[in-house]
Antibody, heavy 119, light 109 residues
């Protein structure tokens, strides 16, 4: 069965970076796109960007494009999202999800990774 | 502030039919498919409706979606207590070249 398993919770200081991983299984990793979506406490969902695991194409939200790096390790079927220059407002649950290229249908999601930014 | 507009709350009694609206613009809902996600507290969102009105396997037919121009709706018929959750609409936005979500609607049964 399809699974996206994310790395564990992180506590970071302002100004540092965090790298969250998302290990995929149960499907051909390179046939899909991985999206990253975050959710601040009590808030809605916020799309951050995607990477095509097959050809490496990427697209980022304008809000994050200067601070976010999204990569994949296709040999291990893992996607990574690194967010730099962290501030308190980046405290949120970060989700990875997948979809087929050409759509925004996020059919499977990771369990989420809580990132707390605090001095 | 979310790009797509949803009412913050909705409510109904068991057995009733409720609808949740989602309003956008020509650059998102007007020109692209709409998706709906259901989210329970402390869990990841779950795809409920895709391509405006299609249900993934396993989603009861009590849930239905529709779209007209720049607005979309999620309807839940035969309301059950287990439907109490947050519901989010989503679409691709051509102007932003990115995904956009609604602010979410908390459904109380």
């Amino acid at each position: 069965q399809v699974q996206l398993v994310q790395s564990g919770a992180e506590v970071k200081k302002p100004g540092t970076s965090v790298k969250v991983s998302c290990k995929a299984s149960g499907y051909t990793f390179t046939h899909y796109v991985i999206h990253w979506v975050r959710q601040a406490p009590g808030q809605s969902l916020e799309w951050m960007g995607w990477i095509n695991a097959g050809n490496g194409d990427k697209k980022f939200s304008q809000k994050f494009q200067d601070r976010v790096t999204i990569t994949t390790d296709t040999s291990a079927s893992i996607a990574y999202m690194e967010l730099s220059s962290l501030r308190s407002e980046d405290s949120a649950v970060y989700y990875c999800s997948r979809n087929r290229p050409g759509s925004f249908e996020l059919d499977y999601w990771g369990q989420g990774t809580l990132v707390i930014v605090s001095s | 502030q979310s790009v797509l507009t949803q009412p913050p709350s909705a409510s109904g009694t068991p057995g009733q039919r409720v609808t949740i609206s989602c309003s956008g613009t020509s650059s998102n809902i007007g020109n692209n498919y709409v998706y709906w996600y259901q989210q329970f507290p402390e869990t990841a969102p779950k795809l409920l409706i895709y391509d405006n009105n299609q249900r993934p396997s396993g989603v009861p037919d009590r849930f239905s979606g529709s779209k007209s121009d720049t607005s979309a709706s999620l309807a839940i018929s035969g309301l059950r207590s287990e439907d109490e959750a947050n519901y989010y609409c989503a679409a691709w936005d051509d102007s932003l070249s990115g995904g956009v979500f609604g602010g979410g609607t908390k459904l109380t049964v």
